[in-house]
RNA sequence: GGGCUUGUAGCUCAGCAGGUGAGAGCGCACGCCUGAUAAGCGUGAGGUCGGUGGUUCGAGUCCACCCAGGCCCA
């Protein structure tokens, strides 16, 4: 007879392999019928708001691992909040303005932006940015994240641009608004003013020169006639625009005469540029400090101008020779000290990087000609001591790769000054996760300059200011930006391009100055980060489902710099205090060597490959894995490791399943009295893993989840309770109480692990949520599942303590039994009875448990000895616990057919001749 | 160069306010099982706690410097 069809073995559809990206599709396909996102939200109605607000991605490309990490870790956070008592609302939105998409767009389209109309290059970086929205929006969808994706927010709605303006309008009554002259970066080919965060750092070759500029007031302190100050420049092509020659007020300085001349340069310095310009005879005739040297007046040795001697902290003595050239029209460091000084800002070249007829001789020329010009026209003029190329770290246009100058220009800034306390004062009032988030922005803001917002290009929203075209004043006001926020809502920001300053005007506007009644319109743009600045306004005010401020902003580190910052500036300026109570960051994206991901390197991970080879949940695992607080790591390797980790829990769960066939948690449920000692240890275990599970979530710590729900599957679970159960699952009578008592477990657990895994593995858990044993009221989806909670009746420290005890012993016999296998070919454990040989303090802790003991070694029989009993001399003895030896023998009888076990009673039996007696009166019962 | 930051076994992470020979899981090696089976179990080998120098009776844990990374900025 085959009396294996007399045992409860496991059954289930439950597949063991997860064949993911097949599956996913499916249950994405599931989500979307059931209009998931819409029955949380209308499940969670009326609970405590929790909002996350999403940082928009860029409208240009496909996702990458960066995004995913982001968007993975937002979901683990909303799907967490909203299935344990909270409404947690997510609305996705896209960046879609801005520099990049107008030059993917010119380039993919092949658009000429100087013979196509505004308007209609304006729809086509539309149409650009949108294209990639629902690519994105796919990509999204794909790695299970859940949100409102048919309603997202973009920057470049009608609804969106005009609470952007309504908030520039705002920050222009403040008086935060103002036009500068200012040096910024400025690219000549993209031909437009860069923000900070435009700008990429990469070598370059520049020249090098050294250039006396002869003193024509030495204020007494020296000889002019004769004198000469030396500055040190790797931009030839500014000098035309010098006004002025910084020296360090405590740097000493000293007057080196050679020949008939004499060169003033620092103290420390001057011997190294004299030897560069190999001259060996030489005698310091004189020296002060910076301070002194104030005041004193040299000639321009280009212009007919003058360049006066200043003070400023920024000198160093690094590099050149202590005096430094400044022109104020080209470099922020110069305008600001120049500020100090009155200086005038010349910035004598056009928006192609050509000079103007202001430069004289050079106008015409390009930079890098001028650079040839001027080094020429010095040495012409015998003032050029030395000349060569070196090799530094210079800034370059982020998109068109060109090296980038500093060029003074008409700019719309907004003051931070005007509101820099108080934003810093709103900093404090943030949580920052984690804490050194605020010493970075802190510091960030307080010594930020002013925010540029001008951006001279077409593809964003217009600075919505007129001028007066009598008298030139500028015209911004409540009326004007009503009137305008109504246009933007009806026609979009499209209608500043396309209509006339005449008709975009509120009726009867008069210039304030002058009465004037014609008006043209300012042509630049606003900066995109305004625009994403002000999303806190423009998506969460204007939903009924959101609010303001968010909780939570979660983003990469970098932005610190980018949206944090952005974000803050218009919040504060408006409204006094931040959009956010608190902001998460995350670190980059690196390999398994810490090396940041390029393409250069070669070691990118593409999304999309591990999706389609593993499946996105193996990606939310990773995601999860990772301490994201610092920098993560990517690799291959890594994501294979994941797979195996997935694959234990998705097996553990399986094992679960298996053996609740025939479990009817509204009948079969065993009560926590009734149940047998391990399983009430088991469920202890289960409620410290909901414990520390949940305060892991709490606290964002992800990597916890991970760590703490993986090592519960493979270690109490899969080697120690599971496999110990085995037997009375299988063996005993399907509805006796012990096998409803460990099934009673198995259910719990399988219900637990299944909701404390949904915020990471959101497919699988779905997967696993069909296979759960339908009862009265069971959701649709496990995302509409609640939170499990701490059941307290189950802890219980005495019966922890008194395992952990009962699994030191049994740590002990395994590798008694490993010795056994190895010397004594004992092959299954089944074949052994172990002899246990305590001593008196063991012997009392084990005695009553005599009866389990075989079952928890998994073993036929084990035998306590009285501590009287001297052990053989072959026991096996650990180190570890000295109280005990263990012997470990082939187990008396034969193996029972049925369950395997190695008994005496085989054969006793008449009606079953080969089980034993435990087995038999099973069959008899049945 | 400046601001912020990271560096514990091959990998992902623990190491609580400094104190018995540094931990877990995975992976790896070897073995067992074949009633979780493209599964399950066991045993074992892996670490100068980035480096150096200090403070201390005692440091992975405090201080200084250095090295190698990361983000942002010059």
Redesign the pocket.
């Known amino acids: 007879m085959d ?2 069809k007399t ?1 409860n ?2 059954r289930t559809d439950f597949p ?2 997860a064949n993911l990206p097949q599956r996913e599709p499916e249950i994405l396909k599931f989500w979307e019928e059931h209009d998931i996102y819409r029955q949380v939200q209308e499940a969670n109605k009326g609970k405590p708001k929790f909002i996350l607000h999403d940082g928009p991605p860029y409208a240009n490309g496909h996702i990458h691992l960066g995004h995913t990490l982001n968007k993975i870790l937002k979901d683990i956070i909303v799907k967490y909040h909203s299935m344990n008592g909270y409404d947690a609302p997510y609305v996705p939105g896209w960046d879609t303005h801005g520099l990049p998409i107008e030059q993917q767009a010119i380039k993919d389209l092949g658009l000429n932006r100087r013979a196509i109309d505004v308007v209609e290059f304006r729809n086509r970086c539309r149409d650009y940015a949108l294209k990639y929205v629902n690519i994105q929006r796919e990509e999204f969808k794909r790695l299970g994240v859940r949100g409102d994706w048919e309603h997202p927010y973009l920057t470049l709605e009608p609804e969106y641009e005009a609470i952007q303006i309504g908030i520039f309008g705002e920050m222009a009554k403040k008086g935060y608004i103002y036009k500068g002259l200012k040096p910024v970066y400025w690219c000549t080919d993209c031909e437009t003013a860069l923000a ?2 435009e ?1 990429e ?1 990469g070598e370059r070759r520049s020249p090098s020169i050294y250039v006396k500029f002869p003193v024509v007031d030495a204020r007494g302190l020296f000889e002019a006639e004769g004198s000469f100050i030396v500055i040190w420049t790797t931009t030839p092509w500014t000098l035309p625009a010098n006004v002025a020659i910084a020296l360090h007020p405590e740097f000493k300085y000293v007057l080196v005469q050679v020949g008939d001349e004499r060169y003033l340069m620092a103290a420390e310095l001057y011997r190294q540029v004299l030897e560069l310009l190999a001259i060996k005879d030489y005698q310091v005739v004189a020296a002060f400090t910076g301070a002194e040297l104030e005041g004193v007046l040299c000639r321009n040795p280009l212009m007919d101008r003058d360049s006066v001697v200043i003070l400023g902290e920024h000198v160093t003595l690094e590099q050149g020779t202590g005096c430094v050239h400044t022109a104020p029209g080209h470099g ?1 460091e110069d305008y600001e000290v120049g500020m100090r000084y009155n200086l005038p800002v010349l910035s004598p070249l056009d928006d192609r990087g050509h000079f103007t007829p202001e430069a004289g001789q050079f106008a015409g020329l390009f930079i890098e000609d001028g650079n040839k010009a001027v080094v020429k026209e010095l040495e012409a003029r015998g003032a050029l001591l030395h000349f060569s190329f070196i090799k530094h ?1 210079y ?1 370059h246009c982020w998109r068109c790769k060109h090296p980038v100058i500093f060029r003074a220009t008409e700019q719309w800034f907004a003051s931070i000054d005007g509101f820099r306390q108080q934003a810093l004062a709103a900093i404090k009032e943030v949580k920052w996760i984690p804490a ?1 988030g605020e ?2 922005i802190y ?2 803001v307080a010594e930020r300059s002013d925010w540029c917002i001008s951006r001279q290009r077409t593809w964003g929203v217009p600075i919505p200011i007129f001028y007066c075209v009598d008298c030139g004043k500028e015209i911004i006001n409540d009326a004007t930006i009503s009137h305008l926020q109504e246009l933007f809502r009806e026609f979009g920001s499209n209608v500043w391009f396309a209509r006339e300053a005449q008709d975009l005007v509120p009726e009867g506007l008069k210039c304030p100055a002058c009465g004037g009644r014609e008006f043209r319109k300012e042509t630049d743009i606003m900066d995109v980060w305004f625009d994403s600045g002000s999303s806190h306004a423009a998506v969460l005010t204007t939903r009924p489902e959101l609010g303001w401020p968010a909780d939570l902003y979660l983003e990469g ?2 932005q610190h ?1 980018g949206w944090f910052n952005s974000s803050l500036s218009t919040a504060v300026a408006t409204r006094g205090r931040a959009p956010y109570r608190q902001v998460l960051t995350h ?2 994206l ?1 390999d ?1 060597e ?3 991901m390029s393409k250069s390197l070669g070691n990118g991970i593409d999304p999309a490959d591990v999706i389609r080879e593993k499946g996105a949940d193996v990606l939310r695992l990773w995601v999860a ?3 994201y607080r ?4 990517a690799s291959p ?2 994501m294979q ?1 994941l797979t ?2 997935y ?2 829990i998705r ?2 769960c ?2 679960l399943l ?1 053996n609740l066939y025939d479990y009817d948690p509204e009948k079969d449920r065993i009560s926590r009295e009734e149940m047998l000692e391990i399983d009430r240890w088991a469920m202890d275990k289960l409620q410290r893993l909901v414990g520390r599970v949940t305060q892991a979530y709490e606290d964002y710590e992800f ?1 916890v989840v991970y ?1 703490t729900i ?2 519960f599957c ?2 109490d679970l ?2 120690v309770y ?2 110990i159960i ?1 037997d009375r699952l ?2 005993w009578p399907a509805a006796s109480r012990g096998r409803r008592s460990a099934q009673t477990v198995l259910y719990e657990t399988i219900n637990v692990l299944v909701r404390l895994l949904t915020p990471i593995l959101a497919f699988t858990t779905e997967e696993i949520w069909r296979y759960l044993p339908a009862t009265p009221g069971k959701p649709v989806s496990v995302q509409l599942a609640g939170w499990p909670q701490v059941q307290d009746e189950y802890l219980d420290d005495e019966l922890q303590a008194r395992w952990d005890k009962i699994l030191q012993v049994r ?1 002990v016999v ?2 008694a ?2 010795r056994a ?2 010397e004594q070919g004992l ?2 454990s089944l074949n052994a009875a172990v002899h246990l040989y305590p001593d008196s303090g063991l012997y009392r802790f084990l005695q009553p448990l005599e009866e389990e003991l075989a079952t928890i070694f998994i073993v036929s029989l084990a035998v306590l000895h009285s501590p009287g009993e001297e052990a053989p001399a072959t026991a096996f003895a650990a180190e570890d616990l000295p109280g005990l030896k263990v012997l470990v023998e082939m187990a008396p009888g034969e193996k029972c ?4 076990m190695v008994s005496p009673t085989v054969g006793r039996d008449t009606d079953h001749p080969t089980l034993c007696k435990r087995c038999a009166a099973v069959l008899r019962q049945a």
């Open positions: 009396y294996s045992l073995l496991p063991m392999r900070e965060a700008v750092y922020l770290q800034p050194w010493d970075r510091n960030m580190s970098d710099r670190g980059f690196v398994e810490g090396r940041k894995s990772a301490d610092r920098d993560v790591a390797g890594i490791q195996e980790a694959r234990k097996n553990t399986r094992f298996a990597h760590h993986h090592n493979a270690v899969s080697a599971l496999d085995k299988y063996t740590d395994t590798r039994l490993e296998r190895q092959g299954n057919e049925r369950c395997w």
